[in-house]
């Protein structure tokens, strides 16, 4: 994505960023998007879609397969910047350098809420921010690339390394990472539903503070998480 961003001429802006993020995310190859970038940032989304029929699309893990087709990627990242960008382009105004913390973190707390929703719902109780073929995976794909651009003050965005841990602090802990903090703190099954965010990043930061010389704050945590049966098999090492 940082490569991407740095070769785009003229500068992209929050509409280009966005339509550029929703296909590094759904594609797999780096190439692909590379390829229609110049199409792509002079909206001539025909020439893209031929472009990308001629070429090999891998789609990454989290999408709903055989929702959104290789031969109409381009309809299907109009119809996501055409639902989200109403949303999304108001929040990304508030991420320039001379917005203060407060403005970036309100902002990013919008960012979050759109981004989380943007796979809930069904075909017959869509949310406001629903996207068809948008897994959860996807969603924490395009948030990071969001980050990726603004630390790198690319897209228009600009961000500092503390809202990078306060997006980290923000964004929903996976249900693979929340059967193994309950497993670690079991009386968290005990707590009602609507409380058992809050005690989970509570945990979070008391595995946290127990760790001797620090482990890279919650985010690395959620990771260790995620793979605590491979690393309790020797798999993996942290």
Same mark, same amino acid.
């Given at each position: 994505?940082?490569?991407?961003?740095?070769?785009?001429?003229?500068?992209?802006?929050?509409?280009?960023?966005?339509?550029?993020?929703?296909?590094?995310?759904?594609?797999?190859?780096?190439?692909?998007?590379?390829?229609?970038?110049?199409?792509?940032?002079?909206?001539?989304?025909?020439?893209?879609?031929?472009?990308?029929?001629?070429?090999?699309?891998?789609?990454?893990?989290?999408?709903?397969?055989?929702?959104?087709?290789?031969?109409?990627?381009?309809?299907?990242?109009?119809?996501?910047?055409?639902?989200?960008?109403?949303?999304?382009?108001?929040?990304?105004?508030?991420?320039?350098?001379?917005?203060?913390?407060?403005?970036?973190?309100?902002?990013?707390?919008?960012?979050?809420?759109?981004?989380?929703?943007?796979?809930?719902?069904?075909?017959?109780?869509?949310?406001?921010?629903?996207?068809?073929?948008?897994?959860?995976?996807?969603?924490?794909?395009?948030?990071?690339?969001?980050?990726?651009?603004?630390?790198?003050?690319?897209?228009?965005?600009?961000?500092? /390394?503390?809202?990078?841990?306060?997006?980290?602090?923000?964004? /929903?802990?996976?249900?693979?990472?929340?059967?193994?903090?309950?497993?670690?703190?079991?009386?968290?099954?005990?707590?009602?539903?609507?409380?058992?965010?809050?005690?989970?990043?509570?945990?979070?930061?008391?595995?946290?503070?127990?760790?001797?010389?620090?482990?890279?704050?919650?985010?690395?945590?959620?990771?260790?998480?995620?793979?605590?049966?491979?690393?309790?098999?020797?798999?993996?090492?942290?």
């Amino acid at each position: 994505m940082y490569y991407l961003l740095r070769h785009i001429s003229p500068p992209c802006g929050h509409a280009d960023l966005l339509r550029l993020a929703y296909l590094a995310g759904v594609t797999g190859k780096a190439d692909t998007v590379d390829s229609i970038l110049t199409p792509l940032m002079e909206q001539r989304f025909d020439e893209c879609q031929i472009k990308l029929d001629r070429l090999r699309v891998v789609f990454r893990g989290g999408q709903c397969h055989g929702c959104v087709s290789r031969f109409r990627l381009m309809e299907a990242m109009e119809t996501f910047y055409n639902t989200l960008s109403p949303h999304m382009l108001p929040q990304m105004e508030s991420l320039n350098p001379k917005s203060l913390p407060e403005a970036r973190r309100r902002a990013w707390r919008s960012i979050v809420q759109v981004l989380w929703s943007m796979h809930n719902g069904t075909k017959r109780d869509k949310s406001k921010y629903y996207v068809r073929g948008v897994g959860p995976y996807f969603a924490k794909k395009l948030c990071e690339m969001l980050l990726v651009a603004g630390l790198n003050h690319q897209g228009g965005l600009y961000l500092e /390394p503390a809202d990078e841990l306060f997006v980290a602090d923000l964004w /929903p802990i996976p249900l693979n990472s929340r059967n193994t903090l309950a497993d670690i703190f079991p009386t968290i099954k005990n707590w009602p539903a609507g409380e058992q965010d809050a005690i989970l990043r509570e945990s979070l930061r008391c595995l946290e503070r127990s760790m001797q010389n620090g482990v890279g704050g919650i985010s690395v945590l959620v990771a260790a998480c995620c793979f605590w049966q491979e690393q309790a098999h020797g798999t993996i090492f942290w």
